[in-house]
């Protein structure tokens, strides 16, 4: 029984060492090394007087209400299915409060995590003429710095291009 014991104690603590300790260093050194800017949550800073402030991250979105803002895809997380009677009635309402006739579906269907920082180029486009006239700019000044923070490919039928509304809205700030 003592034999047992004294085995089982000298198993826990080399898997404590092994799983806990060594693999998660192990981890946190690859991913500092290979991926620097996403190991460390890519937050954006800037510099104001004597202190650095964050205002976000390209990674994890942030809600936007103001007009003259690019508005990102609602925040709550949806675990819905798309053909649940309250799926279904978030998105009439969400398709009602819109300004524009057609919604891009991105626009009132939240993510699975809740936390999307892009939108489609089409979400984004239909937003332009309603931050110009906020900002008092020019449309084409807008869809400019829109395409400044656009990324992804176009392959044939397939388009994976996507906007960063965080990316975005630190421009739009940044040019008033």
């Not at 104690?9 to 192990?26: D, E, H, M, N, P």
């Amino acid at each position: 029984m003592k034999k047992i014991m004294i085995a089982s104690l000298k198993s826990i603590l080399l898997f404590t060492v092994l799983c806990g300790v060594i693999y998660t260093a192990a981890v946190t050194a690859v991913g500092q090394v290979l991926f620097p800017a996403q190991a460390n949550g890519s937050l954006i800073k800037e510099q104001q007087a004597d202190k650095t402030v964050i205002l976000g991250s390209k990674l994890i979105g942030q809600s936007f209400t103001e007009e003259k803002y690019l508005h990102g895809r609602p925040d709550q997380v949806s675990q819905l299915s798309p053909v649940s009677k309250e799926q279904q009635a978030r998105v009439k309402e969400r398709v009602q409060k819109a300004d524009t006739k057609e919604v891009p579906i991105d626009l009132v269907t939240a993510s699975a995590s809740g936390v999307d920082p892009e939108i489609s180029i089409e979400a984004a486009m239909t937003q332009v003429e309603r931050i110009a006239v906020a900002r008092n700019m020019k449309n084409t000044q807008v869809r400019a710095i829109i395409k400044q923070n656009t990324t992804g490919l176009k392959i044939g039928p397939v388009d994976s291009k996507r906007v960063n509304v965080l990316g975005v809205n630190q421009l739009l700030d940044e040019s008033e």
